[in-house]
């Protein structure tokens, strides 16, 4: 079936860095969703992307939707301690009602 | 506040024991979703109802179940649950194409 790839699996960062990730697919998808999960919760969404090359931004978080259609990443600039979860993207394709998550990127700030 | 709730949070059964999930919603979204999560990989879509047609994945096994009675009310039935079934499940709504996902916290599910 269709698959997300996201990159990098898990970060450790310094509190105060910039962080980066991805996700590709060899599908095109019309709707790519940025969602962070905390330890026994559901996902929260965080950016919703609608067209090819949109840039969108939610405070310190900041996300593109890929020209091609097949990728997205998601920035988040001078990171805290509570933007320690983990960070899953998903990507709906035309005509259907069905969103498929990435593989997740688990991320770790350092005080 | 319009939202997603699950209940209950937490659910013990024992193996082969049937067990039932709930979801209910107060977005009025018409299409609602459930999805498995394992420990530390990415929710996988069971199924999902836009209105009241269902729309099951291939690989979701026959012991997975569904109904949806109303707009607001979903449920999972896991009819006979092995410990692989043990998991998060997660709960969605959304509007129309292109309807972003709400998500319910989920309810833990473990099998002894």
């Known amino acids: 079936g269709q698959q997300l790839n996201q990159s990098p699996q898990s970060m450790f960062i310094q509190e105060g860095e910039d962080v980066s990730m991805n996700c590709t697919s060899s599908?095109?998808?019309?709707?790519w969703l940025w969602y962070k999960q905390d330890p026994g919760e559901g996902p929260v969404l965080l950016i919703a992307?609608?067209?090819?090359?949109e840039l969108t931004s939610n405070g310190r978080l900041t996300a593109q939707f890929g020209i091609t259609r097949k990728d997205s990443f998601l920035n988040i600039s001078a990171s805290i301690p509570s933007d320690v979860g983990i960070y899953f993207c998903?990507?709906?394709?035309?005509?259907?009602?069905?969103?498929?998550f990435g593989t997740g990127t688990r991320l770790k700030v350092l005080a | 506040d319009a939202m997603v709730i699950q209940n209950p949070r937490y659910q013990v059964t024992q193996f082969g024991k049937p067990v039932t999930l709930s979801c209910s919603q107060t977005?009025?979204?018409?299409?609602m979703y459930w999805y498995q999560q394992k420990s530390s990989q990415a929710p996988k879509l069971l199924f999902h109802?836009?209105?009241?047609?269902?729309?099951n994945e291939a690989d979701t096994p026959d012991n997975f179940q569904s109904r949806r009675p109303n707009t607001s009310f979903c449920f999972l039935d896991i009819r006979s649950p092995g410990l692989g079934d043990a998991a998060m499940y997660l709960c969605?709504?959304?509007?129309?194409?292109?309807?972003?996902?709400?998500f319910g916290p989920g309810t833990r599910l473990t099998v002894l």
């Open positions: 969605a709504t959304s509007q129309g194409l292109a309807g972003v996902l709400f």
């Open positions: 599908s095109i998808f019309n709707t």
């Open positions: 992307l609608y067209k090819a090359g």
């Open positions: 998903a990507g709906q394709t035309s005509g259907t009602y069905k969103y498929i």
């Open positions: 977005l009025n979204h018409n299409v």
């Open positions: 109802y836009y209105d009241k047609d269902f729309n």
